[in-house]
C-alpha cells in the first residue's frame, strides 16, 4: 500500500528530517544559515556575530553567539544534475526539515533529544580543531540512536585547516568508517572549490559571488585529477566492502557504474556502515549546495530507516512494531516542552505513523488521558505557521496539551504503545535562587515549574532543613541562562547564592548492619528488625539489592518494604547527606511480630540497618571530575597548564595542531567556577576551553572537612 496520504505536500521519500551538529564553534548555526539562503527560504545571509543568525533567535543566544536551544526550520531543495553527472534524485523537489542543535556541553539535552527524532545528521567539524571532546559526545549519541550520517569538515578557509587531518582524526577517534565524496581544492586563502569524488569533476566558485551562488563545474586536471581518481578507488573498495551488489559488480568489473556506486554508497550510509565526508567553508560560502545534494542523496527518507518498535505499557515484553505510513493508527513522540510568550506552551512532536488533525484528541499511554489539539504549528525557528493536520514523519508543535512531559507518546484513542524517550544526563550543579520581593514569590514558583518542564536537564527543588529553593543544571552557564531567562521572560528578579556541586557518596569496604524499630504506646505496636550487608558496587551500577532471607525471617510481604528503606537510606548519605551510590545490598536476616509488624516497620528497620551499616562500611566523598580540554596559542601553554595544576587538575595528554597546544586534564569541578574568566586573562583572551562531565572521584581528606562545613552551614 502507498503509504502517502494524498493530501500531503511532500510525499514520505522525497523527505528528510536532519539534525546539525558538533562541538561549540565547529559552524553549526552559520551552515545552516547558508542551507536556507541556498534553498531559498530566507533572502539575506546573517551571520552569528551579528546576532543575526535565522536560528538563533533568543535574546541570550544573540548576545552570547552561541546556540542555548535546538531550533527547527523546514525548506526545500532541487537537485539540478549537470550534464554527465549522477544524482540520485534529479529535478526532484525534497522537503528538508533541519534541527540546528547547541554544541555547548551545558545544553546536550537538546541535541540528545533532537537526534532521537532524526532520520540523518551533519556533523560538522572545525577544519583546524578536528576532532573535539563535545564532537564525541554527539558522535555517541547518534550512534545511541543509530543515526546515519554525514561528516561536514568546516572553516577550510582558516589558518591550519587541514581536511586529510581531520579526516584520519574522524577514522582514529571515532571508529568511523570513512569515505571522501567532497574533497576541497586548495585551503586557508587559496580555498576554491571542491573536488566532486563520484562524477570525477571540479566546482569552482566564483570570488566575485560574495554569496557563493555562482560556481562552474570543469574537469580535473594535474594532481587534482591523480586525488579524486584515489579517492574514487578508495570509495569503490569501502562500498564494495559493505555492499552486496556493489560488491558483485566490482568483482565482475572494477568499472562499477556511478549510478550502482551511489545506490550502494546510499545503502551502506543508511545502514551505518559508511560515513561520507565533505569538505568547505560555510562561512566563505563554499561547498554547501553540493553538502546539500549528498544529504538528499544519503541520508535517509522516514521510509528507510527501521520501523520504531515500541510496548504495551502493561506488558513491556510486548513488541509494537509503529510503521511509517499516513495510514496507520497515528502515533508520535514528544521530544520537546517550549513556554511560548504568544501562543504558551508549545508541545514538539515527530509523527512516526499516522495523521494528525486540528482539533482531533490524543491519548498519552502514560497519563492514560485524552487531549485536544487546539492548534497545530510547523515552526520555522521563532516563526509559527497553522497547518491543518500533519503526517507521517513530520516534525511540529501542537498547542493545547496541558499533561505531557518530555519523552511521553502521543497516540490515537485508547493506543496503548509507548515509544523509547530520550534519556537525559543528571544535574552536576546548583545554587540557590530567591525572589527579591515577596511579589516575586508565586511568580518564580511558577517560572521555575515551567522552565522545569521544557528542561529535563533543569531540576527545582526545595532544600528541607533551610527552606531554599535550589535550582540544579548542566554547569554555570546553564543557570546563568535560566537565571536570564526568569528575568527577561518571566520578568522575575532574583537573588541567586554560590553555585553547589553535586557531590556523592560511597563505600569502600563489606560492612553489615543491624537495624530494629520496637515501639509500645498502648495498643497495637510497630515492629520490625532487618539484618544488611552492603559492600562496593561496580562504577555506574548504583544500587543493587539481593534478598537471601530463608525460612521466612522476614515474610515476603515487607520485603518490598525493606527495598524501600533501603532506597530511602541512600537518597542521605552520612558524611554530608548527599546520595550513596553503587552499593549493593544482601538482605540476610531479621525478625518480625505477627501482631505489631507492618510495612512501615520495617521500611524504618531497613533504613536503620543501612545506617549502622555505612558506619562501619568506609563511606567516602566523591565529586563529578570534569574532562577540561583547553586550546590556546603555544606561548601560554606553560601558564595554562600551571593554572589547571593549582585547581587540583590531572594533565592527560598535550597536542600540537597548527600553532595551537590542546592541553587535556581531569579537574574537579569544584576547582572549574570562574575558569572561563582565568583562562581568557591568561591567554590574553585567545584561549578557549571546553569540558564534559567524566566521572566522580574520592575527594581528597584536606578538603573533606571545607565541603561538610559548607554543606551544614
Not at 446 to 456: M, V
Not at 622 to 634: F, H, I, R, Y
Amino acid at each position: 500500500m502507498n503509504p502517502n496520504s494524498p493530501n500531503r505536500n511532500y510525499v514520505l521519500d522525497r523527505t528528510r528530517n536532519i539534525g546539525i551538529a558538533a562541538h561549540i564553534d565547529a559552524g553549526k548555526t552559520t551552515l545552516t544559515e547558508r542551507i536556507l539562503f541556498y534553498t531559498g527560504m530566507i533572502h539575506r545571509i546573517g551571520e552569528v556575530h551579528d546576532g543575526a543568525a535565522t536560528t538563533d533567535w533568543m535574546e541570550q543566544e544573540r548576545e552570547r553567539g552561541i546556540t542555548i536551544t535546538s531550533a527547527a526550520v523546514t525548506t526545500e531543495w532541487w537537485q539540478h544534475a549537470e550534464e554527465g553527472a549522477v544524482k540520485l534524485f534529479p529535478e526532484l523537489k525534497h522537503c528538508i526539515n533541519i534541527i540546528d542543535t547547541p554544541g555547548h556541553v551545558d545544553f546536550t539535552a537538546e541535541v540528545e533529544r533532537s537526534l532521537r527524532v532524526l532520520d540523518g545528521a551533519i556533523v560538522v567539524f572545525c577544519g583546524v580543531a578536528g576532532v573535539q571532546p563535545q564532537t564525541e559526545t554527539v558522535w555517541r549519541q547518534a550512534s545511541k540512536y543509530k543515526v546515519p550520517r554525514i561528516v561536514f569538515v568546516n572553516k577550510m578557509d582558516r589558518t591550519g585547516a587541514d581536511f586529510n587531518r581531520v579526516y584520519g582524526e574522524v577514522q582514529e577517534k571515532l571508529g568511523a568508517k570513512t569515505v571522501r565524496i567532497l574533497i576541497p581544492i586548495g585551503s586557508e586563502e587559496n580555498l576554491r572549490g571542491q573536488i566532486d569524488v563520484v562524477n570525477q569533476k571540479a566546482i569552482y566558485y566564483s570570488d566575485d559571488d560574495v554569496f557563493g551562488s555562482t560556481y562552474s563545474i570543469e574537469e580535473l586536471e594535474g594532481d587534482l585529477k591523480l586525488e579524486a581518481k584515489d579517492a574514487l578507488e578508495e570509495l569503490i573498495h569501502a562500498v564494495a566492502d559493505e555492499d552486496d551488489e556493489v560488491g558483485e559488480a566490482f568483482l565482475e568489473n572494477e568499472n562499477v557504474p556511478l549510478e550502482l556506486l551511489k545506490q550502494g554508497l546510499r545503502r551502506a550510509t543508511i545502514a551505518n556502515k559508511i560515513v561520507p565526508v565533505a569538505g568547505g567553508s560555510a562561512f566563505k560560502n563554499k561547498g554547501v549546495q553540493y553538502l546539500l545534494d549528498a544529504v538528499i542523496d544519503y541520508l535517509p527518507s522516514p521510509l528507510e530507516i527501521p520501523s520504531v518498535i515500541g510496548m504495551d505499557p502493561s506488558d513491556e515484553s510486548v513488541e509494537i512494531e509503529v510503521k511509517t505510513s499516513d495510514h496507520e493508527k497515528f502515533v508520535a513522540l514528544a521530544f520537546k516542552l517550549w513556554a511560548d510568550k504568544f501562543v504558551g506552551k508549545l508541545v514538539f512532536f515527530r509523527v512516526y505513523s499516522g495523521v494528525i488533525k486540528k482539533g482531533d484528541t490524543v491519548y498519552n499511554p502514560r497519563t492514560r488521558r485524552s487531549e485536544r489539539v487546539g492548534r497545530l504549528i510547523k515552526i520555522q525557528s521563532d516563526q509559527h505557521t497553522d497547518v491543518e493536520a500533519c503526517y507521517a514523519g513530520d516534525i511540529a508543535a501542537m498547542v493545547g496539551l496541558k499533561n505531557v512531559t518530555t519523552g511521553d507518546t502521543l497516540a490515537a484513542h485508547s493506543y496503548d504503545v509507548v515509544l523509547e524517550p530520550p534519556t537525559f544526563p543528571e544535574p552536576v550543579i546548583s545554587m540557590a535562587v530567591e525572589p527579591k520581593t515577596k511579589a516575586d514569590q508565586e511568580k518564580l514558583a511558577n517560572a521555575l515549574g515551567r522552565l522545569s518542564e521544557e528542561d529535563p536537564t533543569f531540576a527545582v527543588k526545595t532544600d528541607e532543613e533551610t527552606g531554599q529553593t535550589i535550582i540544579s543544571g548542566m554547569g554555570e552557564l546553564h543557570l546563568e541562562i535560566i537565571v536570564d531567562r526568569l528575568r527577561r521572560e518571566f520578568k522575575v528578579e532574583a537573588n541567586t547564592g554560590a553555585p553547589q556541586i553535586a557531590y556523592r557518596e560511597t563505600i569502600t569496604v563489606e560492612a553489615k548492619g543491624e537495624g530494629k524499630l520496637i515501639k509500645q504506646s498502648g495498643g497495637r505496636g510497630q515492629y520490625g528488625h532487618v539484618i544488611i550487608c552492603v559492600r562496593p558496587n561496580e562504577k555506574g551500577k548504583g544500587l543493587t539489592i539481593e534478598n537471601k532471607v530463608i525460612g521466612g525471617s522476614i515474610p515476603k510481604e515487607y520485603i518490598n518494604a525493606v527495598n524501600k528503606g533501603i532506597g530511602e537510606a541512600m537518597t542521605n548519605g552520612i558524611i554530608a547527606g548527599y546520595p550513596v551510590i553503587d552499593v549493593q545490598v544482601d538482605i540476610l536476616d531479621g525478625s518480625y511480630h505477627e501482631v505489631d509488624s507492618n510495612e512501615n516497620a520495617f521500611s524504618m528497620a531497613a533504613i536503620f540497618a543501612m545506617r549502622d551499616a555505612f558506619q562501619k562500611a568506609g563511606a567516602v566523598l566523591l565529586e563529578p571530575v570534569m574532562a577540561v580540554e583547553v586550546s590556546t596559542p603555544d606561548e601560554y601553554q606553560g601558564d595554562v597548564m600551571g593554572d589547571l595544576n593549582r585547581r587540583r587538575g590531572q594533565i592527560q595528554n598535550m597536542e600540537s595542531k597548527a600553532n595551537l597546544s590542546i592541553v587535556r586534564a581531569n579537574v574537579p569541578l569544584k576547582e572549574m567556577f570562574g575558569y572561563s574568566t582565568a583562562v581568557r586573562t591568561l591567554s590574553s583572551g585567545r584561549a578557549s576551553y571546553a569540558m564534559t562531565p567524566s566521572h566522580f572521584e574520592q575527594v581528597p581528606t584536606n578538603i573533606v572537612e571545607e565541603i561538610v562545613s559548607d554543606r551544614l552551614y
